[in-house]
């Protein structure tokens, strides 16, 4: 994760505070009838945002999805008092994945009275060629070769942020190497279409077709 320096220490402090209240409010849930929580409109609320549009990207906007959290993040407002400010939103969507090259954007936007909160995540990869990767000592199998670029972009109270999420690979057949900046190197084998990996937000990033 790479980011302004001012800006990685707030949003990194908003990121943790707002993990701080959500046990606290679990606490209060939990061991008192009429928990009540006092929390001044700022960055916390901001990032908890953040946290809800990279759900909403992780399920590739469903509907659904986006009116039952939108739900939840209301009826806990007013049960908890977080003092978020009446929100409209807007989501964004442009993706074209080939089997040469390819890019998605997914963008959400919450307004508020006083100003706004962006997400965006982004990639996009380009084929290299292949390579043959010897998997014993007799047997080898065909890797497609890729570049692939892969970051976030959250923009706040705390100003504009960059962030280089980690990718894992939960069927363990990619070769994949980190290179710095949001740059990776992606090989999987031929015989399959497209990838797809994962990043430490479990949001999917599909390479290929």
Known sequence: ????????????AALLLSFLLLLSLAAY???????????KRDWIQQAQLVQLARVWVKSDFCIL???QTSLLLKQLNQTYRLNIPTLTNSTFRDRVLLNTTGYANYTVVFYY?????????????T??????????PTESVVYKNYTLTYYHVYVGGWGSVTVYPSLKDPLEKA???????GE????FPSN??????????????????
């Open 113 to 125: 009275s006083r100003g706004s909160v962006r997400v965006m995540v982004y990639w996009s990869y």
């Open 65 to 67: 999805c986006i009116r």
């Open 175 to 181: 070769d994949l190497r980190y290179l710095g900046g």
């Open 1 to 12: 994760m790479n980011m302004n320096r001012r800006g990685q220490f707030f949003l990194l």
């Open 184 to 187: 990776w190197i992606v090989g």
């Open 29 to 39: 849930r939990m061991y008192s009838p009429e928990p009540k929580v006092y929390i």
């Open 192 to 209: 399959m279409t497209s990838y797809t990996l994962f990043d430490q937000f479990e949001i999917p990033v599909r390479i290929g077709g």
């Open 127 to 136: 084929f290299q060629g292949f390579y043959e990767k010897k998997i014993s």
